[in-house]
């Protein structure tokens, strides 16, 4: 066994280990670390596989969006440290009839369809870069494009909707002698 299946099946395992991790804990914040981890332990796989440009890039890619997710996890979940009892599962027997089918499927996949023949090299690192941008740029671009444009539509629209804006008129405030007064317009608490 060479060490490149070594590490293929270490971060093989690792990234299916960390995607269970996401479903047996009770936080929030700890499954969107565990979903960081196995998608990195991806992108690590990804590497071993000598495709640096998917592996750089999944891993980048991931950990902006874990941490981005993490962090409004904290924000707005009444419980994000998982310190009280939260069930992460839904419908349990139809989503682990749905994984064991979807399982056994793609082992079928696998084993039993005719590959085609082995190549014998594949291209160098900078080859396959080259092939994946003319993919990407070519045919499929009119679709990143779309969706890159859709995902900053959205993310703006975000931010929009979620700012405070703070009122200057109309704020009552306690005047000291346990009477609530209406602020003057010059005071500048």
């Known amino acids: 066994m060479t060490a490149q299946m070594f590490f293929i099946g ?11 991790v996401v479903f047996r804990t009770f936080s929030m914040v700890r499954s969107a670390l565990a979903l960081l981890f196995s998608q990195t332990a ?8 000598q ?15 874990m941490s981005i997710m993490a962090i409004f996890m904290v924000m707005f979940m009444m419980d994000p440290g998982g310190l009280g009892e ?21 082992v079928a996949v696998a084993v039993f369809v005719d590959w085609g023949p082995v ?20 045919r499929s671009m009119l679709i990143f494009e779309t969706a890159g444009i859709t995902i900053l ?5 975000a931010t929009a909707v979620s700012i405070n804006k ?6 009552r405030r306690n005047d000291g002698k346990g009477k609530a007064s209406k602020r003057p317009a010059n005071d500048e608490h």
């Open 42 to 49: 991806l992108g690590a796989l990804f590497l071993t596989m």
């Open 10 to 20: 270490f971060f093989g395992l690792a990234a299916v280990w960390f995607g269970v």
């Open 153 to 157: 539509t959205a993310m703006i629209a």
């Open 86 to 106: 939260m069930e992460m599962t839904h419908q349990k027997r139809l989503s682990l009839g749905t994984g064991i089918v979807s399982f056994l499927a793609a």
């Open 166 to 171: 703070p009122l200057d008129s109309g704020i």
């Open 119 to 138: 190549a014998n090299a594949a291209p160098g690192a900078a080859q396959q870069t080259v092939d994946l941008g003319l993919e990407l740029l070519g």
């Open 51 to 65: 495709a640096e440009f998917l592996g750089v890039l999944q891993i980048m890619m991931m950990a902006t969006e």
